[in-house]
């Protein structure tokens, strides 16, 4: 079964047992768009205990809101109880919930274009919130009140941003006047997380440079990066004016470096820190500073670049910076200076000795310190010099 249909059945069980149950949020919105998609929510009149007893396999990742997983033939769809929201705290969290009726639960929603319900029994739309219409119109306008809404989650600034740029939409004047007011309110309600959770969603679409430009327009860059305080929008267009141009493959962190085309290692590394990055993204940065910062060095020093795993994206990120005339060489000459390190580099890649310490002991090496700056030395000699046998390494380490 597929997804969808495993989501129609999860409905038709709800529907059997008595309760009202739709299909919610983002998958009716690009349902409508035409967007095919696999993010279904489910809301219900069911409470979390009744649908944890219909259901064999839950997991409770938000009880107190009325939220549950349900498993059913290994898909996953979150399952929430039609509630209404009694105030905030912190920006970010619900003091409490109640249940509600679809229409109410509708209205405490982020946008209209995600307020809306479909029933896929009847094959039925249910649009409190006139979303609809403003999918037609291409507006991202907040349920309500703009100023309530961006006060209760402060995120919802971003995502307003996110929705603007992925769809090719406008802002709905309101709003945005409201993103404007509440902009300098983001932190601390906010983690730095869910932001960059925000920052993958909207890389992962075109139009990228907008969303970044439009968050500095209103406000919410230079909170989220005070550097980019005193910076000008036309200098943030500029600089990430490649971001259309990059690699499908290009991790996040490498778009969000676009906008400090100056920083140095150390600040690159105090940024992913500031994001809560992993050991993972971190190891990219510094890799891709080492290739921004090669220019020339031996053979030894160019295999070992082209053996690393971010070698190729990198290439391809660096190449874009460059003016269309001067792309191409600049790739050929990587890719025939590759081509004649090939060999060395998937010994590297392979870690597969150029020499062994065997090799040494039998040349009357003794085992000690020198052994290892040996060994390092034979590989470079091998690679600058296209040696092959440790033999002939060893000659050379002779001389």
Known sequence: MTHYDVGVSIVKKLYEEGFTAYFAGGWVRDFLMDHPSDDIDIA????????????????????????????????????????????????????GISEASPEEDAKRRDFTINGMF?????????????????????????????????????????????????????????????????ANALFPAVAIERVWNEFTKMSAFSNFDTALATLHQLNLLPMIFPTLKDTSTEEIEKRVENLPHFPEEAPVIAKILELF?????????????????????????????????????????????????????????????????????FLQEHHMRFQSLEKAIHKIQNKEPFLTSEDLRKAGVQDGPQMGSLLKEGERIAINEGLDTPQDILKKLST
């Open 44 to 95: 219900t009149s069911a409470s979390v205990e009744e649908v944890q007893a219909l259901f064999p396999k839950t997991i409770p990742v938000g009880v107190s809101f009325g939220i549950v997983i349900v498993v059913e033939g290994g898909h996953q769809f979150e399952v929430a109880n039609f509630r209404k929201d009694e105030g905030y705290k912190d920006g970010r969290r619900p003091i």
């Open 118 to 182: 479909y029933d896929p029994l009847q094959e039925k739309l249910y649009d409190y919130v006139a979303g609809q219409e403003d999918l037609k119109e291409g507006i991202v306008r907040a349920i309500g009140n703009p100023h309530e809404r961006f006060l209760e989650d402060r995120l919802r600034m971003i995502r307003a941003v996110r929705y603007a740029s992925r769809f090719h939409f406008l802002i709905e004047n309101e709003t945005l006047k409201a993103i404007l007011d509440h």
């Open 261 to 329: 085309p100056s920083a140095t290692l150390q600040e690159r590394e105090a940024l992913c820190s500031y994001l809560k990055l992993s050991r993972k993204e971190l190891d990219f940065v510094r890799y891709y500073t080492r290739f921004q910062e090669t220019k020339k060095g031996e053979l030894y020093d160019w295999a070992h670049l082209y053996a690393h795993p971010h070698y190729g994206v990198c290439l391809k990120i660096v190449a874009v910076h460059l003016p269309l005339e001067e792309r191409q060489a």
